[in-house]
């Protein structure tokens, strides 16, 4: 009996492009586990706060969480991005004091200056709140609640700190338990819990604080049991300059960064009042499965830039980003071509016919989130390469193109009007980043085998357009269409066949099941 060849072989991989794909499929793995978990919680969380709530309450919420998001990314300031390139740099020379060094820079730039965003807030509540409501009433209830939020910007940043120091050491498991599942189980039952006993949007916020809190702990103790017997006794060498001149303009990128502003949020609450925020809220809401694999694969792809720059591996560095990029393709175009073309149904589902006028919004933020996800990981690759300037100059062209076409458009048009900004401004800035990386670092996102992913969802697009033209609206007749569309667009995949990279990852998971079921027998 010949002996069976490993799965590196089979998959004509050299041995360094072998482990970088193991490192990312296996991190990238761990996180889409967690994102899955998270996102179906939220998911779950918003159908009841809508229901609940209603438009208008849930709109309310929202504006105070968005706000909170936002103090939370100037309060984090970029030490997040900092620690994990500085701890992954220093782990990849050997230098043990540098990682204790900036772990500690980290953790203290994070709380100096998510202090003092929180203590702004609490002086500036009131002032802020009126930007959104008029009435002294309602000014006073939107300055209550988000004092009421004010923890939540220490402890988001303690969090997402820890989070990052344990990414550095190229695993994603302790972040995902801590951010992924501590975080979102805790918010899901204590904020379900206090939306059913009658505290309204109150007990909504005061259950992110709590979460935040808890979850920081656990992120703790995780982080101290990572460092290795030569780290913990090791004399820390601190980096204070060069961490923060990373770290603020990569903060100044992460803030203006427009999906994690939620800057559609805030623009139409200024504009158009809770229920339209509710509406654009909810389209928001059902984007999130498209991006779960981009989402997924970016915090254990971002260490690993920096690790292959950082030696010189600048084309295993091209192939890995094509190869990332061909991933969340494959995973992400199907939801966001069903979103646009069926969007009255997943509204329907999600959320029930009171937000139906949803459906038209839900459309237009999909198609630009075709491209926001099938440009891959851009943004890493510029500021893990040591280029975070570049990102934030992008971040905030497109914010204050956002904001001047927001300001002119969403008073008339409203939700509809900013879903349409939004997608133009989402695929501008990410084919920007595109042209950047490639004069910048030398690498670009898109290889001959991307084309798989596209074929198959134009021939999926087309199936289900095609099937909505014959077929009436019906909703099992609208479920079976995306089913049939579903199944298609497997189908040609399967045709097309696997690259070496998934054969790599197929090989390497079906050995680890022979294996287990070995143990067993």
Known sequence: MSPQKPPLQEANLSSGAAEDVKIVARG?????????????????????????????????????????????????AGFNYASMRFIARARAVGDHGAVRGAARTGLVGALLASAVVAGALLVLANQIAALFVESTSEVEELAFLLRLGAAYIPAFALLQVLRYCTQAYKTMVPSVIVGNIIQPVVRFALGVMLLLAGLGVAGAISTLVLSMAVAAIAGAWYYTRMLTPEERVATPKSLPGPMIRF??????????????????????????????????????????????????IVNIWAPVVSDLHERGEIQRLGSLYQTITRWVATFSFPVFAALALEPDLFVKLFAGDEVADAAAIVAILAAGNLFYTGTGPTGYVLSMTGRPGINFINSAAAVLLYVGLGAWIVPEHGAVGMAAIDAAVTTLVNLVRVAQAKLLVGVQPFGRSFLKPVAATV?????????????????????????????????????????????????????QALKRRRKKG
């Open 247 to 296: 770290a603020l303009p990569q903060a100044g990128a992460s803030t203006l960064g427009i999906q994690s502003l939620g800057l559609g949020i805030i623009v139409v609450g200024l504009f158009r009042g809770n229920t339209e925020v509710g509406l654009f809220a909810v389209a928001l809401a059902l984007q999130g499965p498209g991006s779960v694999f981009l989402s997924g």
């Open 28 to 76: 990238g793995a761990t996180q889409i586990i967690g994102q899955i978990s998270q996102r179906s919680l939220s998911f779950l969380f918003t159908a009841i706060a809508v229901r609940v709530l209603l438009a208008g309450g849930y709109g309310l919420y929202r504006q105070v969480a968005q706000v909170l998001a936002i103090g939370g990314q100037l309060g984090l």
């Open 459 to 511: 021939t999926a697009a087309l199936v289900l357009w095609g099937w909505g033209s014959f077929a009436d609206d019906r909703l099992g007749w609208e479920i079976a269409g995306v089913s049939v569309a579903a199944a298609v667009y497997l189908l040609l995949l399967r045709v097309l066949g696997l690259d070496p990279e998934e054969r790599y990852v197929w090989n390497r998971i079906r050995t």
